[in-house]
């Protein structure tokens, strides 16, 4: 038994990485069988963890045609981020309040490990990194229930950064962003900071959303 969670857990991680980098492209079919010999781990195991993500939004489950990778559009994408916004806003404020000494030293080591990384050159261990620091600033929210929710509205927001492969970005000082918004929060300036946490994702979001929307647009006058 032991050996089977342990399988679900490992296709779990293995099938939700693929789910966040795109490498399930949005709206197709997931073929267990494919994923079991890819994977080389059973069809129980397999179908349990699409289960799973299909219970964290990151897999769509249809009881007569199977698993499919969710498709994406920029309506879909204003509404995470709107969501987001609000949620982790609400987290934040009550870190802010709750947080002790330990949630302090956590924000100020993780933004110093952050900062000292090459976004371009270390982009797998920036993104980690990443999510490390923005974890951390919630981290002391007492309920469990609604950090877990940020935690899934982090990742389907990944998976839209990852999916939609962002071009020609405009520069930000996204360094100075994360540290305003730490030093808020270490000041015990609740409203300030999470101004600031929700005006960093919007300044991402609406960039993305933009050109979700041309695409859309354009495959629209194309079709």
Known sequence: ??????????????IRDMVLSGELLPGSRIHIDALR???????????????ILSSEQLVVRNEQRGFWAPNISAED???????????????????IRQGGPEWE???????YRLNALNRTE??????????????????ACPSTYLLNFCAQ??????????????AAYPERQVE???????????????????HLLVDHYRKTGEFLYQQ????????????
Request: contains cysteine; negative net charge.
């Open 122 to 139: 270390k982009a797998a261990a920036w993104e980690a990194a990443h999510c490390d620091f923005h974890r951390a600033l919630i981290s």
């Open 176 to 194: 100075d962003e994360h540290s305003q918004i730490a030093e808020a929060a270490l000041a015990r300036d609740a409203g300030r900071a999470e």
């Open 1 to 14: 038994m032991e050996s089977h969670r342990s399988l679900t857990s490992l296709a779990h991680a293995r």
């Open 77 to 95: 994408f204003g509404i995470l981020l709107d969501t987001r916004c609000r949620v982790e806003a609400l987290a934040f404020g009550d870190a």
């Open 37 to 51: 010999k890819r994977l080389e781990i059973g069809a129980s195991p397999v179908r349990e963890a699409l289960s």
């Open 212 to 223: 979700l929307a041309e695409r859309e647009d354009t495959a629209l006058k194309a079709g």
């Open 105 to 111: 030293e956590q924000i100020v080591l993780l933004r």
């Open 153 to 166: 509205l982090y990742d389907l927001a990944v998976r839209y950064r990852n999916v939609a492969s962002l």
